[in-house]
């Protein structure tokens, strides 16, 4: 690690913004251009209104994978400066997520001095202060050039993220000409996680972020600064360890990885099936519910938030790549093991006090939170 990263420097940080702020107009631009799916969205709290969101995060991913194909084929491109820059492009992420806030925050200003009376869905929020409208944000669904903002600041999060994550693997073939059985597992982990993310893409339209956060600082930053530069973690620890790992181990951890990920996916992936419609097909039968609300098939039936149960073996497969010299890589599954399960009480308490009698009903059926048994 300390052989590839610098301190931080006025080029440094140049490079950065010029190399971060391209990437963003390109994948925007792509976005704006490229064809998709045109999907409609979940009813928006206060108003009911429905959005529709052109879904092409396949046809970004792709692109991107074909770009640096070229560029590595035809023009010897590198991502390996990515990492010996990686802690000044840090700094020019955030400076982009300020400078992207406040143009942002012009333009809704502006649009929500147009908007309707009563639109509660598109209003600013008295209730909190500058700073709380700074961080929470205030316009619900900000678009820039008919391109939805909230929804796009996905793709520079989670195809930055693989990037950076191929840059690891791209420096230890640099320095060895292979790549180790962990890093090659590490690289197939994340590709395989990005890539079921764009195969379902149409899934995030029915998160809670999507449907009822406003889009702040809270929402840009974790986007554009926490999610590529902290989930890749655990690439600085096998790029520094190039021991082998023993392929007993390896295939262990993909055992996990695997196990993790299709219960992630799946489970996510069902219960959006079943608000697009409620007679949806699950594990080759007609989707079952409590009280005509609650699903009770497939994953819901085992536990009450079975997908975070998923994201956290996923999680902790990609810091097992990185063997046990560090603590750091395991900061982030052990982070989510503390947000999740607290998550999760969170919003049992919110169907409980929404859904009454059923919800007690329900618990009865699924009678575990996360982990069968335990919680």
Sequence with gaps: MEGLREAISLEGVLFGLATYGLFIIVLFALAKLLPGQMIQGQPLPGSGKRLTYKVNGMALFVAVHMLIFVGAWFLDLSLTPLLDHFWSLLVAANIITVAWLVLMNRGSRARLR????????????????????????????????????????????????????????????????????????????????????????????????????????????????LVPFFYCIGGWWLLANPEPMPIWRVLAIVALHVTGLWIFRESNSQKHRFKLDPGATIWGKPARTVGGRLLVSGWW???????????????????????????????????????????????????????????????????????????
């Design 301 to 375: 039936g085992i536990g009450r938030k079975i997908n975070y149960t998923g994201e956290i073996m996923v999680y902790a497969s990609f810091a097992l790549c990185t063997g046990f010299s560090s603590v750091i890589p395991y900061l982030l599954p052990l982070w989510l093991c503390v947000l999740l399960p607290h998550r999760a009480w969170r919003d049992e308490q919110r169907c409980a006090a929404k859904y009454g009698e059923v919800w007690v009903e329900y618990t009865q059926i699924a009678k575990f939170r996360m982990i069968p048994f335990l919680y």
């Design 114 to 225: 147009k908007a309707a009376a009563g639109d509660e869905a598109q209003t600013d929020d008295p209730k909190h202060s500058v700073l709380g409208r700074l961080w929470y944000g205030i316009e619900l669904n900000p678009q820039f050039l008919g391109v939805d903002l909230k929804t796009f600041a996905y793709q520079p999060s989670l195809i930055g993220l693989g990037v950076l994550n191929v840059a690891f693997g791209w420096a230890q073939y640099e320095q060895l000409g292979h790549l180790t059985p962990q890093m090659l597992a590490y690289q197939v982990f994340w590709w395989g996680y990005l890539f079921s993310h764009y195969w379902i893409e149409d899934n995030v339209l029915s998160m809670w972020d999507v449907i009822a956060e406003r889009f702040g600082l809270m929402l840009l930053w974790g986007d554009l600064v």
